[in-house]
């Protein structure tokens, strides 16, 4: 299996390793503990005492690897260069089915709040799409980026341009939104919103 490094900073002490099925290159991610511990409780922990991460952190004067086999290498490097504060480094745009992804690996890895500004970004440049199956993408990214805003407006416009089931245009189910959904359509309708 081809392996790629990307050096997020070149004096890293971790190295994330990104490779799955999907893709047959493996992806080690070189980033600096410091800055992935400050801007995410969830590496904050696996790099901890308690995690046998970080204890091969604080054993060794050289690098710990992480294997993170089910998350995509083009979005851990996005999520990196945004903990590591790289912010001109990050993409002006991102597509909406992108955005999804990224969005729940940002949420798997608590560190939402260092996309902050770049997700808002992102979503409003696709706000003018009426394509339903879109839409249904940018609504889930908006609810996992914590955007409310948007995510407010996102379902509005979808109710009122949808004129069918709205789960059925998405090509992924999202549970935590069919209860957000429902309850954009019962307040739309007893609004009587046209």
Known sequence: MPTKLIHIVPDGDVVLICGNKKDPTTHRICVASTFLSSGSTVFKAMLGENFKEGVALAASFGTAEIPLPDDDAANMIILCRALHVQHDSLPARVQP???????????????????????????????????????????????????????????????????????????????????CIVNFKYNAVTADVR
């Open 97 to 179: 089915k992108e955005l999804v992804q990224l969005s729940l690996i940002a949420d798997k890895y608590d560190c939402v709040g260092s996309l902050r500004f770049a997700s808002e970004v992102w979503i409003k440049h696709h706000m003018d799409t009426t394509n339903p199956a879109k839409m249904m993408k940018l609504l889930a990214a908006a609810y996992f980026f914590r955007q409310t805003e948007l995510f407010s407006k996102i379902g509005r416009n979808l109710i009122l341009a949808s004129d069918g089931p709205l789960l059925e245009s998405s090509e992924e189910h999202i549970a935590a939104l069919e209860t």
